[in-house]
């Protein structure tokens, strides 16, 4: 028996060495089946259940451990196990046991009576709070002690766990280099090999997270490949499978590669299925369904934000723009300042001002949509990333164009644009050229105009996005057969009305009577369908009259 037992043991290790996570579980409970493991053996137990995502074994393995350490007198590492249980249960959601749990933790590691790494990883769990709550100092503060902690313990998870506290901390600060600096610091050990397998795929997360949080496009496509290349190199990988396939989904979206996006997102979806965790469920859902929305396909895009909603993600901004392109600019704007009204960290509101100053523009409240360019120009100053200035370049753009400033407007246009063909953003792009085509036809270059719309045009082609490709088309040819039936006087009327100003100052603008402005505006409620400013607005700019 002890034969056996010590062959499948050394199976067991081999298949562990080589990251073939399911051979290695098996062989190693086999093993503890015959003769009980010892604490080295017990821990590859509980990685590979942790790689595999099997929560209840995770649990048992752990609390063995926690038992074998208690009765060697090794309170320090049984402080350590309570710790890893307890943060599991939070990430399940289970707070009250995970509290008790903690606690146990902490009378242990106290009751050492010198410092241990349990005190460290304690410590990252108030940094977590706090990043939580917002209080990005105090998070930064609790990250650096844990990492001088576990610089002493000489302890490599902790050091690169709290540089990964610690450079989200500093992101979320504006202090961007320094914090994505701190994050590379941490992959290098996970790069090595020389982290735990569960630490080396958190802090891959947490990396990728953190630069897509500012926008670092070429960073998250860096690392999203070196994540693909770590999960690819282990097939029975479970555990972070699903989250990298994610990933990928939303690089490939950026790169215009719409249908193999969809592709990765289903795939992720089918390998989080078993998982009891919904949050990169929701993030699949969502990802698909923006493919959908830029497509045209409504109906299936409705269903899976609907999904994504149901998993836990608020699926904004993705289905107030939706709500815009389905001509019903009052429901999306109502949609988006109730989102934002409960977003209070910089970095999330960004992530939705653009939206808020699309819908408000079309919903004729130009006075709102300059108040979010401002506070996103604001954002942009203090993060001080490429991306982040384009979004802000782009608003002020379209307030420029709003307001009849033609020549401000382009300039803005070009500098987003520049950015997002160095990003390799292809749709981003030709939204940015269509604007930068009105701008040009604004100022009386119909070469240029036709021309931005053109290249516009081919991109909208080639990636299927319909709606766009429709609107970019009634652009290029105006005149023929509109179906809104207005003259190029009320089209002028119309502009107008969409800066926000009153029929007397429109009257003052075009030499008219205010008569006859209003009789102009009846007769475009009348064409339109509409009965109010607002939704003329919406109307006129869904199908690029201005």
Not at 455 to 478: C, E, Y
Request: aromatic share 6%.
């Amino acid at each position: 028996m002890k034969a056996d037992a010590a062959s499948l043991l050394e199976r067991a290790r081999h298949a562990y060495g080589q990251r073939a996570w399911a051979d290695a579980f098996e062989l190693l409970r086999a093993t503890d089946a015959i003769t009980p493991l010892g604490a080295e053996d017990l821990e590859r137990l509980l990685w590979t259940a942790g790689m595999l995502d099997r929560d209840q074994d995770i649990f048992a393995a752990g609390e063995r451990l926690f038992n074998m350490h208690i009765e060697a007198g090794r309170d320090d590492q049984a402080a350590y196990w309570a710790f890893f249980r307890g943060f599991r249960l939070l990430t399940l959601g289970e707070e009250g046991h995970a509290t008790a749990i903690i606690q146990q933790a902490q009378r242990l590691a106290d009751g050492v009576g010198r410092e241990c790494a349990a005190h460290g990883y304690l410590m990252l769990l108030s940094a977590q709070k706090e990043l939580m709550t917002g209080n990005d100092p105090a998070s930064e503060a609790l990250a650096r002690q844990a990492l001088a902690i576990g610089e002493r313990c000489s302890d490599m998870d902790l050091i690169a766990f709290a540089r990964c506290y610690l450079g989200r901390a500093l992101v979320r600060q504006g202090r961007v280099e320094e914090g994505i600096a701190s994050l590379d610091e941490a992959m290098l050990p996970a790069a090595d090999g020389k982290l735990s397998p569960i630490v080396t795929g958190l802090v891959y997360c947490n990396l990728i997270a953190a630069c897509r949080q500012v926008y670092a496009f070429d960073r998250s496509r860096e690392w999203t490949e070196a994540l693909s290349n770590w999960c690819g190199a282990q097939p029975q990988l479970v555990q972070f499978n699903g989250v990298c396939l994610l990933h990928r989904a939303e690089i490939m979206e950026l790169n215009g590669a719409w249908q193999d996006s969809i592709v990765e997102a289903r795939r992720a979806t089918r390998s989080l299925a078993h998982s009891s965790g919904n949050e990169a469920a929701a993030g699949a859902a969502y990802q698909e369904a923006e493919i959908h929305r830029l497509r045209g396909e409504f109906a299936a895009a409705e269903d899976l934000y609907r999904t994504a909603s149901r998993l836990g993600l608020e699926p904004q901004p993705g289905m107030a723009l939706l709500r815009l392109m389905q001509g019903r600019a009052e429901q999306a704007a109502a949609t988006i300042r109730r989102v934002l009204a409960t977003t209070k960290a910089p970095l999330g509101r960004a992530r939705l001002l653009p939206a808020l100053v699309e819908i408000t523009m079309a919903a004729g409240a130009v006075d709102e949509a300059r108040e979010a360019c401002e506070e996103l120009e604001t954002i942009a100053i203090r993060f001080a990333t490429d991306i982040l200035a384009a979004m802000a370049s782009q608003a002020r753009g379209q307030i420029e164009f709003a307001g009849g400033d033609a020549a401000a407007a382009l300039g803005h246009f070009r500098t987003a644009l520049t950015t997002w063909q160095r990003a390799g953003a292809p749709y981003l792009e030709a939204r940015l050229r269509v604007l930068a085509g009105q701008a040009c036809r604004m100022l009386g270059d119909e070469d240029g105009s036709e021309l931005e719309f053109e290249a516009a045009r081919s991109i909208f082609t080639a990636l299927g996005a319909a709606p766009d490709l429709a609107r970019v088309d009634q652009l290029i040819r105006p005149t023929t057969s509109p179906s809104h039936g207005l003259t190029r006087r009320e089209i002028e009327v119309l502009g107008l009305v969409a800066t926000g100003k009153t029929n007397r100052l429109i009257a003052t603008d075009l030499g008219l009577s205010e008569k006859t402005v209003d009789r102009h505006l009846s007769n475009i409620f009348d064409k339109l369908a509409v009965n109010s400013r607002a939704a003329a607005t919406a109307y006129a700019f869904q199908n690029g009259l201005l």
